[in-house]
């Protein structure tokens, strides 16, 4: 007997209402097994991250975007480095962007804290590998 997988708790960090509506969209028409939340820009996120973190019900996953209104990606993981030690979990943070600017892509890669970096539009292979690799 398979036991069945707890759904991911998955933060949107996005300012572009129309990619997120797409997003949410394919999610549910492909059922993949996620609770989503969403949030327009960095600091938002990170008010609600502080907030999770006392609530014990912080997200699995994070697709962050770079670009935003009042604090962008690269702000928000800065302040993410700071709040990281204390959440004693493992969250996965996934830039998601369509940014092909080389500056942007090697500065992902250098940040421990990003799992990866994918370019928008984000594919249904690509979503389900992100939700397959939450620990359980």
Known sequence: MIAERSPANTWIVDDDSIYVYGLK????I????????????GEEAIYALK?????HNLPDVIL?????????GWEFMHEFA????????KIAV???SSS???N???RAKNISEVSDYLFKPVRINQLKEVFDNVPQ
């Open 25 to 28: 969209k394919l999610i549910s």
């Open 30 to 41: 492909k059922e993949l097994n996620t609770q989503l939340s969403h949030f327009v820009n």
């Open 51 to 55: 907030k999770a973190n006392e609530d």
């Open 64 to 72: 962050l975007d770079i670009n935003m209104p009042v604090m962008d």
């Open 82 to 89: 700071k709040i990281k030690p204390q959440t004693g979990k």
């Open 94 to 96: 996934y830039i998601v």
């Open 100 to 102: 092909v600017d080389l």
């Open 104 to 106: 942007d892509i090697h």
